[in-house]
Structures are given as C-alpha cells and as structure tokens.
C-alpha cells in the first residue's frame, strides 16, 4: 500500500490518481487528499469535487 510522502497516512486509490493527475502522471511518490489541499491551499472538498468530475469526465486515472 502506498504512503502519503508528507504525512504517512495509507492512501486510496482516488488519492493516488489525484497526485498523478494534478502533479505527475508518472509519480511514484504521493500526498494524501489533505496534504495535497495544503500544498494548493484549496479546501479538501474542493478536492473531492474534482476527483468526482475527473471520474464522471472518463479520466481513466480515476477507473474504480
């Protein structure tokens, strides 16, 4: 299971697919929801909100 790299909180698959899809697709290394919500200083469910979108737009990053 992969770790966020800031704060060691185990990730979910839309965490991960999130840090692929706002930083690097090809990341190995990734934040969690909150801590990529720190880094852009947006709010977590602004967050949550594009994960949804980027899932109902077919970004096939965001497959469950």
Request: aromatic share 10%; net charge positive; charged share 30%.
């Amino acid at each position: 299971m992969a770790e966020c790299m800031k704060c060691g909180k185990t990730l979910t698959a839309d965490e991960i697919a999130l840090h692929r899809k706002l930083f690097n697709r090809g990341a190995k290394r990734f934040l969690c929801i909150r801590c990529c919500s720190e880094h852009f200083d947006v709010p977590v469910p602004l967050l949550e909100q594009k994960i949804k979108y980027f899932r109902e737009t077919g970004c096939t990053l965001f497959q469950s």
